[in-house]
């Protein structure tokens, strides 16, 4: 074959390689087998000294043709391959901006959280402000301010956790016996806020204060180490039980309905004299007596009661002057009532098909 046929069949071969090429990487390989350092057209350039004077030009010009040829061709298909490659990934990547977002799960109000908001609705709908109160409180906020003798069983670490320094005994309790008014604690009842306030401002106070409390207790159906509390207090001049009652009497009325009985039972307190306990007709067997009221007809939501004159006096208020009264409602009880729950630790375990059915 001469060097003419030669160089025909170069550029023939090369031509159909980078037609028939799928990728970029196809077409550097034809162009390495062309012009490479190994490549064919090399080859017969470098042979050039073996032509004769006639051939030699004529073969020079073949081969610029054919190298030119063959890398136009190249650049050509080049194009194609990069624009058909983009417009592939362009394909694959593609967003679809008309596709619905992905929801993010969105949670539900707790319970407690929805009825603690009810109760404020209702008492500032009176005119009662909104306090809030440490849940780590000092001994002298939970109990001495509150008129609770420093024998009185409730400050015992069996019914109060307390903040110990490992220092304090070897047992890990506080050493019993010894009343510290700066003693720390978790707080075991809301109560502690009335004297926050008390000590805050002058009478007249019209105030609530929601919030947690703790007890050593084993959580079971009815217990919960964890609970909450709405405390209320009024200080002002004039404050008989009467006003006490009617509070009471509107406030059990909004939040379980006019058909409930409501009754006031005598009990003891000792920042409150007199004192009471505020039942609610069991709404399952209205009154009769079943499973849930333990069959004595009535479920016990709060205690209440006239606010003591030591506990005025310790907090500075004139009890010559002023009187009040104070109310704790068990936040867990009333949602008990109203939605008949078997198991108070329902309302921990954060179930989202518990908590969304209210
Ligand atoms: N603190 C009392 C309790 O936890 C409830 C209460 C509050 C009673 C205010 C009277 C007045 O049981």
Redesign the pocket.
Known sequence: MSVIDELGAIRERALARIADATDLKGLDEVRVAVSGRKGELTAILHGMGALSAEERPQVGKLANEVRAAVEGALAARREELAASELRQRMAAEAVDVTLPGRRAPLGHEHLINSIIEEMEDFFCGIGYTVMDGPRVETEYYNFTALNTPPDHPSRSARDTFYVVDESEGADGLPTTGVIGESNVLLRT?T?GVQVHAMEAGEPPIYMIAPGTVFRPDQADPNHLPQFH?V?GLVVDKGITFGDLKGTLDAFSREMFGQDRQIRYRPHF?P??EP?CEVDVSCGVCHGKGCRFCKNTGWLEIL???MVDPNVLRMSGIDPEVYSGF???IGVERVACLRYDLPDLRMLVQGDMRFLRQF
């Open positions: 009842q109560s509390q405390e307190f920042f409150t004192s205690g209440a009661g104070a109310f704790g």
